[in-house]
Nanobody, 127 residues
Framework: VQLQASGGGLVQAGGSLRVSCAVS????????IGWFRQAPGKEREGVAC????????YYADSVQGRFTVSRDNAKNTVYLQMNSLKPEDTAVYYC?????????????????????WGQGTLVTVSS
């Protein structure tokens, strides 16, 4: 199983960016993908999660209403659309996969629940 994150870059505050996570090695569409981010000097935090082939999504309060997670099962790719970006969104963004179709609500943003991780893509939001 491999995850390849891409699409990071530099964007001005208020702008938009879409990062992608290409997933390979799964034989089913029923797995969970979480997006996490880690800013310098801070702990890794979960920001979005998509489960059960795309029918269930979760968002952290800090990104609710600004970020949208989606997946294209035909392309085995998960997207994180980020709008109204703020300087505090600056971080390395990671996608992670768990082979469980549904994680409990309390576990969706728990990093240790995820078995596979991509390499991360840097998102920098300038003020």
């Amino acid at each position: 199983v491999q995850l390849q994150a891409s699409g990071g870059g530099l964007v001005q505050a208020g702008g938009s960016l879409r990062v992608s996570c290409a997933v390979s090695g799964f034989t089913s569409d029923y797995y969970t993908i979480g997006w996490f981010r880690q800013a310098p000097g801070k702990e890794r935090e979960g920001v979005a999660c998509i489960q059960n082939s795309g029918s269930v999504t979760y968002y952290a309060d800090s990104v609710q209403g600004r970020f949208t997670v989606s997946r294209d099962n035909a392309k085995n790719t998960v997207y994180l659309q980020m709008n109204s970006l703020k300087p505090e969104d600056t971080a390395v963004y990671y996608c992670a996969a768990d082979m469980t179709a549904i994680l409990s609500t309390g576990a969706v943003f728990t990093a240790r629940e995820y078995d596979y991780w991509g390499q991360g893509t840097l998102v920098t939001v300038s003020s």
